[in-house]
């Protein structure tokens, strides 16, 4: 048997490394299965105003003051993952190259960080993944990556999960932003049911935690959220988010904290995308975003318009222009993106 499952993976590698179709899938036996998937992405950026994303690769929900006029070439974005089935176990990790490390003036090296890492037993999923309190088909289409960051749900984290049709119970990660994690010893506890079909999916979430002030207070936080994408004609579809209350770090990617001083913030955010379809393999998103708060005052927004334009099943190309706007601190920049893509 152990020569077998040999011959057949050293198969499997031959037709993955021959193959142009996105994922591949090696079969070892009946039950157990080894699928390689990821994809490789260039981006080229151009960013010129007075601030500028604290990632430097993507605009999140906040950004560095000061005048700039950059322009840059990335590939971090690329990643790689695999799954591995056996019956009824699922094994999945997916690593990106985010990590830092390297530098521009030589090597432009960059270190591979953990994206995914999870296993999954029916309806049982333990590891670190998407919060389920996000939607990821809520998430825009983008070159800039996921779009609107600064209103979206976006988070990953360790947690572990129990889903039953359409609902999903979890406990996940806790963590108090700008707060004192040393005490965080309550996990966040999430819900989230979701409405699906044809017409496409609705969620529905609800968040609670405990969060702990550096002054040592400890103080309920309690959030929510829709979200979705709705097809609409042809092709096309709207996807859209709406969260409210003391979201904190689960919405908008430090476009808010938990907490600001002794305080528990209150963030409402929201955003929306449509995407359109020019023909089969030519198509457009645009895209807007915005955060605020309660308690830090903070207004961040950003829009942005894109087309891509697929020359095979796998690769792409694309180009977006869009602004990121700081309202609190009296800043904004204007940017323009093109994107090279192969799907694994």
């Not at 690329?78 to 490390?101: C, M, Q």
């Not at 572990?160 to 700008?178: C, F, M, W």
């Amino acid at each position: 048997m152990f020569n077998k499952n040999k011959l057949l993976l050293a198969t499997g590698l031959l037709i993955v490394a021959g193959s142009t179709q996105a994922s591949y899938e090696i079969k070892l036996s009946d039950n157990d299965t080894i699928t390689f998937g990821g994809y490789i992405k260039l981006d080229t950026r151009y960013v010129d105003g007075n601030i500028n994303s604290i990632t430097k690769d993507y605009w999140v929900g906040a950004g560095t003051v000061g005048d700039i006029s950059q322009f840059s070439f990335r590939a971090t974005e690329s990643r790689f993952n695999t799954k591995y089935v056996h019956g009824d176990v699922t094994g999945f990790i997916e690593l990106d190259f985010h990590g830092g490390g390297g530098n521009e003036i030589v090597s432009n090296s960059a270190n591979p960080r953990i994206r995914h890492a999870f296993i999954k037993y029916k309806n049982i999923l333990v590891g670190q993944t998407w919060s389920t309190f996000v939607n990821t088909s809520a998430l825009a289409e983008a070159a800039d990556f996921a779009g609107p960051l600064n209103a979206a749900a976006f988070i990953r984290q360790g947690q572990i999960r129990y889903t039953h049709g359409n609902l999903q119970v979890a406990i996940e990660n806790p963590e108090s932003d700008k707060g004192d994690p040393s005490q965080d010893s309550v996990p966040d506890v999430i819900a989230k049911y979701t409405f699906n079909g044809d017409w496409g999916n609705v969620s529905i979430a609800g968040l609670a935690r405990q969060l702990n002030t550096v002054g040592g207070q400890s103080e309920s936080a309690f959030g929510y959220g829709i979200a979705g994408k709705i097809n609409t004609f042809g092709k096309d579809d709207i996807r859209f988010q709406y969260h409210g209350g003391e979201t904190g770090r689960y919405v908008g990617v430090v476009a808010a904290r938990d907490l600001v001083g002794e305080e528990v913030e209150e963030t409402t955010s929201y955003m929306v995308a449509y995407r359109h379809f020019w023909t089969d393999n030519l198509r457009s998103t645009a895209f807007y975003g915005r955060t605020t708060t309660a308690t830090a005052d903070a207004d961040r927004r950003h829009w942005g318009v894109n087309i891509f334009k697929n020359y095979t099943k796998a690769l792409s190309f694309g180009v977006e222009v869009g602004n990121f706007e700081s309202v609190d601190q009296n800043a904004d920049s204007d940017y323009v993106q093109f994107s090279a893509k192969y799907v694994l």
